[in-house]
């Protein structure tokens, strides 16, 4: 067993936030482009469904690469692998930047693809490594927190930057601050030892069969195919469910921000009140009711006032479910393979993502205020709830095993 000391070094806090760096990084590189499809469009003389893949390729290779990314981190270590992806997506971004024709768009999209479920699924084992179970929600609260910090600059800072300093040009300060994040998780990401040494003998579809095994597993795995896929569709088609409440590409950014900044203020309370009263259950069941209550209102309201508010209560309400189905997925798998479960969670979610993207345009084909596509998202989060209040169980956590 290990004591209390293990977990409270000082400087797990710089790892965690030079983490939240990177992880931020990763999802103002994926949606950035969100709220100015139709600009993108218009610049490159190209159709919907080209546009949609500078969004559709993360989900798609994130289900490709998910697993490898997990069970690397198991063998070789979270630091390792979080800087593996940093580069790349750095790099790439970088690549994008030259941006004389759309090609070097999808170029430089795809190889940030690449790099991002290499930094995302290094949350559970890096939680695991500082932190005690008493605060692991919390921890990973913090964490997903940078996601949906890195997707409220994505989706509300765009337009404006690309307002006032040109497409170029905004390109290049995202390139930039990718370089600066991923120099600093490498100075400060350090690894505390604790879970090192308890790598895995099995390959990875030996860890697989191995996860497959826990019924409870398999049962959050699939909600989160439904729940991830809600999330990833809302956000990715935000314009085109929007757009035709009369609101502007400015104003969507910034109900895309206002979304994602009540998800950072309910990730950093929820997870707290969840740890303090060691209940996941009741949590991720309020995260879904919200969504079902919320969603219709969102896509269908016509006040630009109106919409903010309820994409901040959306964002408060639904995106802490993401912070306490990791920590719950940790618990149920265990340290040792920590990596390889977040793998194959986020592996789900991501699968789900690409399949809710390519059906929301598809049902609603010439229909300008998308409503199927809006029926198609409330009925995946009442099979989501479905799955919630039945059969997922409450995690007991473990506790963490010594190094």
């Not at 970088?94 to 768009?105: G, P």
């Not at 998800?263 to 209940?279: A, E, F, Q, R």
């Not at 609603?364 to 199927?372: M, V």
Request: charged share 10%; glycine share 10%.
């Amino acid at each position: 067993m290990t004591t209390d000391n293990t977990f409270n070094k000082p400087q797990r806090w710089g790892v965690l936030m030079a983490y939240f760096g990177v992880a931020a990084m990763s999802q103002i590189l994926w949606l950035n482009f969100a709220p100015i499809v139709t600009f993108i469009q218009n610049k490159y003389q190209v159709s919907e469904l080209a546009v949609s893949s500078l969004l559709l390729s993360f989900p798609l290779l994130y289900v490709l690469l998910s697993i490898h990314s997990g069970t690397l981190i198991d063998k070789k270590g979270y630091r390792f692998v979080i800087i593996l992806g940093s580069v790349i997506s750095a790099v790439f971004a970088c690549v994008r930047s030259f941006d004389s024709n759309f090609y070097m768009l999808v170029i430089g999209q795809t190889g940030i693809a690449i790099g991002q479920p290499y930094i995302i699924n290094g949350i559970s084992k890096l939680v695991s490594d500082w932190f005690d179970k008493e605060s692991s929600a919390m921890a990973t609260g913090i964490g997903t927190a940078g996601m949906l910090i890195g997707m409220a600059v994505g989706m509300g800072v765009t337009p404006a930057l690309n307002e006032s300093m040109g497409f170029t040009s905004t390109l290049w300060v995202f390139a930039g601050l990718s370089i600066l994040l991923t120099l600093i998780f490498i100075v400060f990401g350090k690894e505390n030892n604790l879970v090192k040494g308890h790598a895995v003998a099995e390959s990875a579809m030996g860890e697989i069969k191995l996860l497959l095994k826990n019924k409870n597993l398999v049962v959050l795995f699939v909600l989160w195919f439904f729940a991830f896929g809600v999330f990833n569709g809302l956000t990715t088609w935000l314009d085109k469910l929007i757009t035709p409440n009369g609101l502007n590409a400015e104003e969507i950014g910034l109900v895309g921000a206002s979304l994602i900044v009540g998800g950072i203020v309910g990730s950093l309370i929820i997870p707290v009140i969840s740890d303090k009263i060691k209940k996941r259950k009741p949590f991720v069941i309020l995260s879904c009711v919200a969504a079902l209550a919320i969603i219709y209102p969102l896509c269908t309201m016509h006040s630009a006032t109106v919409i903010y508010v309820l994409g901040g209560l959306l964002g408060f309400f639904f995106l802490p479910g993401y912070a306490l189905l990791l920590s719950m997925c940790e618990e149920m798998a265990g340290i040792d393979k920590a990596g390889a479960a977040t793998g194959v969670f986020m592996m789900s979610g991501n699968a789900g993502a690409v399949v809710v993207i390519a059906l929301m345009p598809i049902l609603s084909g010439d229909d300008a205020l998308w409503t199927k596509a809006i029926y198609l998202m409330l009925a995946l989060m009442v099979v989501t709830l479905a799955l919630v209040a039945g059969p997922l169980k409450e995690v007991v956590s473990k506790d963490k095993v010594s190094a």
